[in-house]
């Protein structure tokens, strides 16, 4: 009978108890606690200890326990999951369902815990064991051994437990089928005082999990940065008034349209932990480490800074807090302002790979100031462009919050800072086919163009969002199940580096696949033309970036017209004359002559979006 199925077969004869063990010694290791968690998964430190969940068949116990374990494997935290019916395949498949065996069944699964924990894994056993007695005789093994326990109830009600019962159990004991069952003819002794009770049958799994996540912050389990919470930094409504009123006592500091794209970064929460512009500490282990250490490994790639005239810097030090205005509208607070040199040739150079003043963004680097200031940010409101496409611009928290609504579980997200062609859209549906065939019911295209600054030659924001309806509304992707929104960040054309800050952002969104192509966030060089990064470059470093194993990456098939199915098409090298690849640079220039693609390219409506802007830009030149 299954093991987790709390049933008790009537008849079931008792288990002789072995005999204690005489003539044994304990051995001590040499290895130390200490020392297992310094070699033991990417975030340094012991953390072995027991999760115990409890609660009744159904009730979710391996659900979450499971969703714990994966949560903290992606977080480079190690961890195991022990399930009841698991156990009862190899360990346990002498023992029954008599209370003894029950009793046995609880003491050898606390033994093995006990020694994952010892070895400094986060051990998750989800296992019914109904009886206090049992959890309590668990509890003392751990706490003699100097180990922590965490008694976590599934406070999951029966009645929901019997209306979700899987294997049809509950159905069964209803009708006396099955004897003895927990929660229906057997007793199911509620925990007293859990160190956390999880009303499964309300919240969702997710929800559950960051719970258990943030009582293991709290009791110094795992660090800060593991708890997946999204930090805005806007000032609590009851305190913007007298915010207001300080920051008129304030010195201002006026910050330009990029300055305040990157603000509205930070505010929502896409920095995460950055509690506001980057201090020295935390620029300089951006600029060599590509990722913040304090408190565990977060990756940043890329710097988050707020440059500054020599001018305004004798201006400013020393104060404790500053205003920063933008055409004259107050945005936010920078408190315990410090500020230090803006080096930037070794900047671009680390950054890009290059200090070349033809890169668009290294010459606006070099065009800003001699200092940058760094410090925590109280932003006043939300930062809104009025453009018409606000609505469209969702935080971190928001586009979580939607994802929930719709009930998605699983969310790919597509970069983009181009129109959208058939090939695009190949890739996009390919994916989402390739996530039902793993088992996922409701996987969601996060269709995110970035809407922060671009280089000139780029096609606007206004102009590309409304090519992307045009898509959905030819139906090319599923607008059921495709939430588009905008990423607020500016544009930096740093390759591999910059990548690492997109994926890293969309980790924020509650994202789990990330779609990368060819040549992501690259540009021609300056004075060659060629690539300045190389193409796949992109693609590999994402594979094997510190601080990104919670998403898996989905690598971009190559897509090219093919001339005999008159549609775009995953690439065959092996019939490459069927193939016709319509670059870019082609396209903008079917585009701008008023001339049509090949059938089946772009979807019709969304090239008419595209050749109207180009050919509106002939007509204004």
């Not at 668990?138 to 003699?144: D, G, V």
């Not at 293991?216 to 609590?236: D, T, Y």
């Not at 001018?311 to 500053?322: G, M, Q, S, T």
């Not at 994402?542 to 098409?569: C, H, S, W």
């Amino acid at each position: 009978m299954d093991a987790g199925s709390g049933i008790i077969p009537t008849g079931a004869q008792e288990r002789t108890v072995a005999k204690k063990s005489t003539n044994v010694t304990y051995q001590s290791h040499h290895v130390s606690r200490q020392k297992r968690g310094q070699i033991l998964g990417e975030r340094g430190g012991f953390r072995g200890c027991c999760l115990w969940f409890t609660g009744l068949s159904g009730a979710g116990k391996t659900t979450i326990a499971f969703a714990v374990e994966e949560y903290l494997i992606t977080k480079g935290i190690p961890a195991y999951g022990l399930d009841g019916d698991n156990i009862r395949h190899g360990l346990n498949s002498n023992l029954g369902f008599t209370q003894v065996d029950r009793e046995e069944n609880i003491r050898r699964i606390s033994e093995v815990s006990k020694l994952f924990a010892d070895g400094g894994i986060i051990s998750l056993t989800a296992f019914i064991s109904p009886y206090a007695k049992d959890r309590d005789n668990a509890r003392k093994i751990f706490t003699e051994a100097g180990l922590p326990f965490y008694e976590i109830f599934i406070n999951t009600s029966l009645e929901v437990c019997e209306k979700r019962d899987v294997k049809g159990l509950y159905k069964k004991a209803r009708a006396g089928q099955i004897k003895g069952f927990t929660g229906i003819d057997q007793v199911y002794e509620r925990p007293s005082n859990p160190e956390l009770s999880l009303k499964a049958g309300v919240d969702t799994v997710d929800e559950c999990v960051q719970q258990v996540i943030e009582l293991l912050q709290n009791e110094g389990i795992v660090p800060i940065q593991a708890v997946e919470k999204v930090v805005e930094l806007f000032v609590p409504a009851s305190k913007v008034e007298s915010t207001l009123a300080e920051a008129k006592t304030l010195p201002k500091l006026h910050i330009n349209k990029l300055d305040l794209q990157w603000l509205q970064v930070l505010a929502e929460g896409w920095g995460t932990p950055l509690k506001g512009f980057m201090r020295e500490r935390e620029f300089l282990q951006c600029m060599h480490f590509g990722c913040l250490l304090d408190g565990g490994v977060s990756n940043q790639s890329i710097p988050i800074v707020l440059p500054l005239t020599t001018e305004d810097k004798e201006r400013l030090v020393p104060v404790p807090a500053i205003a920063l205005y933008h055409d004259g509208k107050l945005h936010a607070i920078l408190r315990n302002p410090e500020f230090y040199q803006h080096r930037k040739e070794e900047r671009a150079s680390r950054q890009f790979g290059t200090g070349n003043a033809g890169h668009p963004y290294v010459k606006m680097i070099y065009d800003s100031g001699d200092w940058l200031v760094g410090g925590d940010l109280e932003v006043i409101s939300r930062i809104t462009w009025n453009d018409g496409l606000d609505k469209y611009r969702l935080t971190p928290n928001e586009l979580r919050a939607k994802f929930r609504s719709i009930n998605a579980d699983a969310v790919f997200a597509f970069q983009l800072r181009n129109p959208v062609h058939n090939g695009h859209a190949l890739l996009m549906t390919d994916t989402r086919r390739r996530l039902l065939e793993r088992g996922y019911k409701n996987p969601v295209l996060l269709l995110h163009p970035l809407g922060g600054w671009t280089k000139d030659d780029d096609v606007p924001l206004d102009v590309r969002m409304r090519q992307h309806a045009a898509v959905l509304e030819e139906g090319v992707l599923d607008a059921a199940s495709t939430v588009v929104a905008i990423f607020p960040s500016p544009m930096m054309y740093a390759g591999p580096t910059e990548v690492q800050w997109h994926a890293k952002a969309r980790q924020a969104t509650g994202a789990h696949f990330y779609i990368v192509g060819r040549d992501p966030a690259g540009m021609p060089h300056p004075d060659t033309k060629e690539d300045l990064y190389h193409a796949q470059h992109g693609r590999k470093v994402l594979t094997m970036a510190p601080g990104l194993t919670q998403l898996e990456i989905v690598p971009f098939r190559v897509a090219a017209y093919n001339l005999k199915k008159g549609a775009m098409d995953f690439y065959d090298p092996d019939h490459k004359a069927d193939f016709l690849f319509i670059s870019g640079t082609k396209m903008r220039a079917l585009a701008r002559s008023g001339e049509l693609p090949p059938k089946g390219f772009m979807a019709p409506k969304a090239w008419d979006v595209l050749s109207d802007y180009y050919k509106s830009l002939q007509t204004t030149a």
